[in-house]
């Protein structure tokens, strides 16, 4: 009995939502099949595309197995083989999108005896092993789909937010990789008030936007004062794409995870394409090597 799933990329943070808010993508991700063994275990028999370490215990998609194999009362185990064309380091959630995938599909293997929140917990797990960190901003938009926000961590409380119809993305990835653990070593562990009132302000903002798709207030609310300064720094022109996406139509743009890739939300699949062409040509003058990918918010 085996499963074919996809493993959709997503955008964590979304300007406003550190830790917090995330939204997936359509059509990016990986590629995923799992199938039953009887041993009870979790055996990564083959990952194509990127070299990725296959022990259980090294590997984001092993690890949530495992936390879900040892909540469950089936005997048995999987078998997981990867077509991974997210790249690891991207800032579209590449370790998100094996935890996830791995976790929706053992779920379906099993006639679905966990919830989405206890999926979430589980694929966790494995963001704790690629960035020190569980957070869930990435995870939980891969298994509930659309934007969903973190409500709170502890108790974990999930909140999916309904996508309005015509919201697209458009994701720049220069060709650098950068680590989530490292990018986050970087950061302020506080904020002024005056800080706190920016960012809520417009999570609130962007919240209310996504509810009434109101486009306007979406692009109004794409501001992060935190936490944006600070890791722009290590991406290539990161001011100038976002100028420019801007300038091009989009309502808003910002870093895409911990980076390095650059995100911009726009109204509908052209205005998404503008963007994409000013990104690129950006990044053409000035000699950086890139991909770029559009997708509807879904
Ligand atoms: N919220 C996390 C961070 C997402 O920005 O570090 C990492 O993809």
Redo the contacts with the bound molecule.
């Keep these: 009995e085996e499963i074919k799933v996809f493993c959709p990329a997503?955008i964590?943070?979304v300007s406003c939502g550190?830790?917090v808010l995330?939204l997936a993508l359509d059509s990016v991700g990986d590629e995923m099949t799992v199938r039953k063994i009887p041993e009870n275990s979790i055996r990564i028999t083959k990952i194509l595309g990127q070299d990725l370490p296959l022990e259980t215990e090294k590997n984001v998609s092993g690890v949530a197995g495992l936390a879900l194999l040892t909540k469950s009362d089936y005997e048995g185990g999987f078998e997981i083989e990867i077509d991974k064309r997210i790249k690891p380091g991207s800032?579209i959630?590449s370790s998100?999108a094996s935890s996830a995938g791995a976790v929706w599909a053992m779920n379906e293997l099993l006639g679905k005896p966990f919830s989405k929140l206890e999926l979430v917990q589980f694929a966790m797990q494995g963001e704790k092993l690629a960035?020190d960190?569980a957070?869930a901003?990435?995870v939980a938009p891969a298994i509930y789909g659309g934007f969903t926000l973190v409500r709170s961590y502890e108790p974990l409380d999930i909140i999916p937010i309904p996508t309005p119809s015509e919201l697209y993305a458009t994701v720049i990835h220069p060709q650098i990789e950068i680590k989530?653990s490292d990018?986050?070593k970087i950061?302020r562990t506080t904020i002024s008030l005056a800080q706190g009132i920016q960012q809520w302000g417009n999570l609130g903002g962007l919240i209310a936007g996504l509810y009434q798709s109101d486009y306007d207030l979406i692009g109004r609310s794409l501001h992060d004062y935190i936490?944006e300064p600070i890791?722009s720094i290590l991406i290539p022109a990161f001011d100038k794409i976002k100028a420019n996406a801007i300038e091009a139509g989009a309502l808003g743009c910002g870093?895409?995870?911990?980076g390095p890739s650059i995100f911009a939300l726009s109204k509908g699949e052209s205005n998404a394409k503008k963007v994409a062409a000013s990104m690129q040509e950006t990044y053409k003058n000035i000699g950086v090597p890139f991909d770029i990918h559009i997708s509807k918010v879904n």
């Design positions: 997503t964590a943070n550190f830790d995330g800032g959630g998100a960035s960190v957070h901003d990435n989530t990018s986050r950061l936490v890791r870093i895409s995870g911990s």
